[in-house]
C-alpha cells in the first residue's frame, strides 16, 4: 500500500450495548414477518385483505405495492446523491455516500422481496413474467430498470467506491480480512489506480443519474398512462413520484446521518455543513413536490371528471381523509421546520429539527404511496359498481414490519463488518497525521 491510515478508523460500527439488544428486537420482527408469509404462502390471498376490484369491491394492489414504491423511491435519493457526489465534487456530502450507495442497494432488495410477497404465488407469477412479458408495457420497464438493471448497477458502484477502504482495513488487521482482501481484489492505492478509479466511477455515474429518472418516471407512468382509471392518469405522476421519491430518500439519509454522527463519535466528519446542505435540499423539493400536489388537487376539483372528482371528495372528506391531511400536515410541519433550522441560528445547534423533519417526511410518503395506489380503485370506478373497501391484514403488516427489520439489520450488518463512512483519503489522512 502507498498510503496507511495510522490509527484504527472509527467509520465501523463497534457494537456497544445497545447494539445486540436491537439486533434481537429485529430479528423477533423479522420472525413475526416470515411467519405471516408462511401464512399467506399456505392459505393464499384470502389472508390479507386483497380482493377483486368491481363485484368484489375490493382493492388487488394494496400495502405490498404501496412499499414497493416506498422502497424504490428510497433507493432513488440513495444513488442519485452518491453520483451527484461524484459528478459535481460535492465533498461536503463526501461522508454519507456509501450510506446514500447501501440504502439504495437494500432498499431495492426490499422492493422485490415485496413483489414476491404480492405475487401470493411467487414461482407462478416469475414464470410467467417470461412466457407473457410485454416489452412495450410500463410495468416491463419497471420490472426489468428498476429491479434488475438498477440494482445492477447500484451493486457494482458500491463495490467500486468500497475497494481502496477494503484494501486500507485489511492491511490494518481488521476483523474479517479474507472478506475485505476479495473485495479489494488486489487494489494498490498508487496514484495511477487512484486515478483509474475515479475514471470509472465518475463515468458510471454519468450513466446512472438518466437511468434513474428514467426508471423512477417508468414507475410512475404504470398509473399514469391507465386511462380508464380516474386518480391515476395523469401527466404529473411520473414528474410527481420522482420528486416525492428524492424527498423520501433525503429525509431517510438525515436521519441516518444523525445516529451515525452519534453513534460513531465523528462529529467532525459529519459536520454542520453536511446537515445544512441535506436540509436545504430536503426543504427545496418539499416545496416543489407540495406544489405538484397543489396544481393536482386544484385540476381535479375544479376541471375533473365526475369520477375523477368522487376520488378526490374520498380523499379530502371521506374514508382517507385522515391519511390525507395526515401526510399534508407533516409535509407542512416538515417544511416549517426546516426553514426554523435554516434561518435560526440558535436552532443549528441541535439537529432534532432535521431528524424530526426526516421522519416526518417518510410517514407521509408512505401515507401518499398508500393513497395513490387505494383510493382509485375503491372509488371512481368507470363500470356500475358500488364503492369498494380495502383495510389490510394483520399478515400484511407483518409482512412489511418483517421486511423493514430486514433492512435494517443488513445496513446494521454491513456497518458493522465496513466502514459505513468513506475513510479519509490519502490527502486528508496525510493531514491527521502528526
Not at 439488544?21 to 408462511?38: D, E, K, N, Q, S
Not at 385540476?299 to 372528482?309: A, H, L, M, P
Request: proline share 5%.
Amino acid at each position: 500500500m502507498a498510503t496507511t491510515v495510522r490509527t484504527l478508523p472509527t467509520e465501523r460500527g463497534r457494537g456497544g450495548r445497545s447494539w445486540y439488544p436491537v439486533v434481537a428486537i429485529l430479528l423477533l420482527v423479522l420472525g413475526v414477518g416470515i411467519y405471516g408469509y408462511l401464512q399467506e404462502l399456505s392459505e393464499g390471498m384470502v389472508a390479507t385483505g386483497l380482493r377483486n376490484l368491481g363485484p368484489q369491491g375490493g382493492a388487488t394492489w394494496g400495502l405490498y405495492i404501496s412499499f414497493v414504491i416506498y422502497f424504490v423511491g428510497l433507493s432513488f435519493a440513495g444513488i442519485s446523491i452518491a453520483a451527484l457526489i461524484r459528478l459535481a465534487r460535492l465533498d461536503t456530502l463526501r461522508p454519507i455516500a456509501r450510506m446514500a450507495e447501501v440504502l439504495t442497494v437494500i432498499c431495492l432488495m426490499l422492493a422485490a422481496m415485496t413483489i414476491v410477497a404480492d405475487l401470493g404465488q411467487p414461482l407462478r407469477g416469475i414464470v410467467n413474467l417470461f412466457r407473457y412479458a410485454r416489452p412495450q408495457s410500463p410495468f416491463f420497464g419497471t420490472f426489468t430498470m428498476v429491479i434488475s438493471g438498477y440494482l445492477f448497477a447500484s451493486m457494482v458502484y458500491l463495490y467500486l467506491e468500497g475497494r481502496r477502504d477494503a484494501a486500507v482495513r485489511a492491511a490494518q488487521g481488521a476483523p474479517y480480512a479474507r472478506f475485505l482482501r476479495v473485495w479489494a481484489a488486489g487494489y494498490a492505492d498508487t496514484e495511477a489506480e487512484r486515478e483509474r478509479h475515479r475514471r470509472t466511477s465518475f463515468w458510471l455515474s454519468v450513466a446512472i443519474v438518466p437511468m434513474l429518472v428514467t426508471a423512477h418516471s417508468t414507475l410512475g407512468f404504470v398509473f399514469g398512462l391507465q386511462v380508464g382509471r380516474p386518480g391515476w392518469y395523469s401527466a404529473l405522476q411520473a414528474p410527481a413520484f420522482v420528486m416525492l421519491a428524492g424527498v423520501s430518500g433525503l429525509g431517510m439519509l438525515i436521519v441516518l446521518a444523525a445516529i451515525a454522527r452519534r453513534t460513531l463519535r465523528l462529529p467532525e466528519r459529519l459536520g454542520p455543513g453536511l446537515f445544512r446542505s441535506l436540509g436545504l435540499f430536503l426543504f427545496l423539493l418539499l416545496l416543489a413536490y407540495l406544489y405538484f400536489v397543489a396544481v393536482e388537487l386544484l385540476t381535479n376539483v375544479y376541471t375533473g371528471s365526475v369520477r375523477e372528482r368522487e376520488v378526490m371528495a374520498e380523499l379530502l372528506g371521506g374514508g382517507y381523509a385522515w391519511l390525507y391531511w395526515s401526510a399534508i400536515a407533516g409535509f407542512v410541519a416538515s417544511v416549517a421546520l426546516l426553514l426554523g433550522w435554516l434561518v435560526l441560528a440558535r436552532l443549528r445547534g441541535s439537529l432534532w429539527p432535521l431528524v424530526v423533519a426526516g421522519l416526518l417526511v417518510n410517514l407521509g410518503a408512505v401515507a401518499k404511496r398508500f393513497l395513490i395506489v387505494v383510493p382509485s380503485q375503491t372509488n371512481g370506478q368507470l363500470l356500475p359498481y358500488s364503492e369498494g373497501s380495502y383495510a389490510p391484514a394483520w399478515t400484511e403488516y407483518a409482512v412489511v414490519a418483517g421486511l423493514l427489520a430486514l433492512g435494517a439489520l443488513l445496513f446494521l450488518g454491513f456497518a458493522k463488518v465496513f466502514p459505513i463512512i468513506p475513510l479519509p483519503d490519502h490527502k486528508d489522512a496525510a493531514r491527521r497525521e502528526p
